[in-house]
């Protein structure tokens, strides 16, 4: 008969149970594998002119030498031209008494630089070489740079000569996604002195510094130093400014263009669409997933060829834009309708109609692929400090930290219910437009 008040193990025997089960617990971790996703270290801190910095690392980096470095600037005001003249020249020989370019002069200390810029923000991104022998020159001759740079008219004509030129189709398409509720602001003309006086307002609108790679304690106060001497004359960005907070999408201003005549067939369809705000991970993994759907689907529709995406997901506003360019048909008749062969541009904003929401097969295939990227990308200084200045805010509903912690519990538990809701969550489908090119 079984004795409740006897033991079923005796005081040895349990100790060596708890013994042997801690041992293997220990082991079990000593031999499970990294995680493909590593959580990155992210340290931060202000400088002197109260700019926030933020260096984030990895230990693998550690004893790497490549440092990535963004300034990032909410736009004082919304002149593309203005924008695009004042970056141009930065970025031309815009050093004193010289007449190289800042990549040329960069170029012997292992460093480069470039910019970009949206409606809403500015970057100016720095790659720098870590080792002290390059670094110190380096810092010297960027703080230089961004402290008092030179616009110079050869500079500015060579823009002039360049800009008219330029296709800006994806600005114009802005204009007619965003409106802005205030007064519309007069046209500038670009001149030497409007570039110097935007490019003054641009560094009293510096949203934050960001420092991606590894650094040894010497490297951290060089670099420290440095960003408190050339942003002495820099001032942080408001947190919400008004020319960015009066902005909204509008309704549809592009139709879709009738065929001129019962033979024609598009060259090209460009959409457009705005986005609500990201506010988590998962959601910049439907994005991701939808996108690589998007180019697969339509690339392969009997009339479609070519497929390009862009998503400008920074700021309070992000959208998507895509173009799909049309092949001719061997037989194009009356009665040719490449809508009618397949799915559309149109048709993949909506979840009844793009495939990777009605097929799970095909959306576990993009997911494996997408996990698999990550696992390269994530590894990358420059993956990081592109996602740092294109996608997460300092001062919006998803951080660089926030992204960091938690892309990799994301990633681990993303299903298909999560990538439904959040297509659903970030697709405003009343602003899509749509313009075909015959």
Do not use: C
Request: charged share 15%; net charge neutral.
């Amino acid at each position: 008969m079984f004795n409740s008040k006897k033991p079923l193990f005796s005081r040895p025997a349990l100790a060596a149970v708890m013994v042997l089960s801690t041992l293997i617990i220990w082991v079990l971790n000593l031999t499970a594998p990294d995680s493909p996703y590593p959580t990155p270290k992210i340290e931060k801190w202000q400088t002197h002119s109260g700019i926030p910095v933020i260096w984030l690392a990895q230990d693998k980096w550690a004893n790497t030498n490549k440092l990535e470095v963004r300034f990032l600037f909410n736009t004082p005001s919304r002149l593309p031209e203005l924008t695009d003249a004042t970056l141009a020249l930065l970025m031309a020989d815009s050093l004193p008494l010289s007449t190289a370019s800042i990549n040329q002069r960069l170029a012997p200390l292992a460093a480069k630089v470039s910019s970009d810029y949206d409606y809403q923000s500015q970057t100016i991104a720095l790659t720098l070489n870590s080792e002290p022998a390059y670094l110190m020159p380096t810092l010297t001759l960027i703080s230089q740079w961004l402290t008092a740079p030179v616009f110079k008219a050869r500079a500015l004509d060579h823009w002039q000569r360049q800009f008219n030129q330029a296709n800006h189709t994806q600005q114009t398409l802005e204009e007619h996604l965003f409106s802005v509720s205030s007064a519309p602001q007069q046209n500038t003309k670009v001149t030497q002195q409007t570039v110097s006086h935007y490019y003054q307002q641009l560094t009293q609108h510096t949203s934050a510094i960001f420092i991606i790679g590894g650094m040894s304690k010497q490297a951290q106060q060089s670099i420290k130093a440095s960003l408190n001497t050339l942003s002495e004359h820099f001032a942080p960005a408001a947190n919400d400014p008004s020319n960015l907070s009066a902005m909204t999408w509008q309704s549809a201003k592009l139709n879709k263009a009738s065929q001129p005549s019962h033979l024609a067939f598009p060259k090209e369809t460009q959409s457009i669409l705005a986005l609500n705000s990201l506010t988590s991970v998962k959601q910049w993994l439907s994005l991701q997933i939808w996108g690589a759907d998007l180019i697969n689907t339509l690339s392969h529709q009997g009339t479609l060829g070519y497929v390009r995406l862009n998503l400008t997901l920074s700021g309070k506003h992000p959208w998507l834009y895509w173009r799909a360019q049309h092949s001719q048909p061997v037989l194009a008749t009356s009665t040719t309708n490449q809508d009618a062969k397949g799915v559309t541009a149109r048709s993949m904003i909506d979840a009844a109609s793009i495939p990777s929401v009605q097929d799970s097969a095909h959306f576990n295939a993009l997911l494996d692929q997408l996990k698999n990227q990550l696992a390269q990308r994530t590894l990358s200084p420059s993956w990081w400090s592109h996602l740092a200045a294109s996608v997460t805010q300092e001062n919006g509903s998803l951080t660089l930290t926030q992204f960091a912690n938690q892309y990799q519990n994301a990633i681990d538990t993303f299903n298909q219910d999560d990538y439904k809701n959040a297509l659903n969550a970030l697709f405003i489908t009343s602003s899509y437009q749509e313009i075909q090119v015959y």
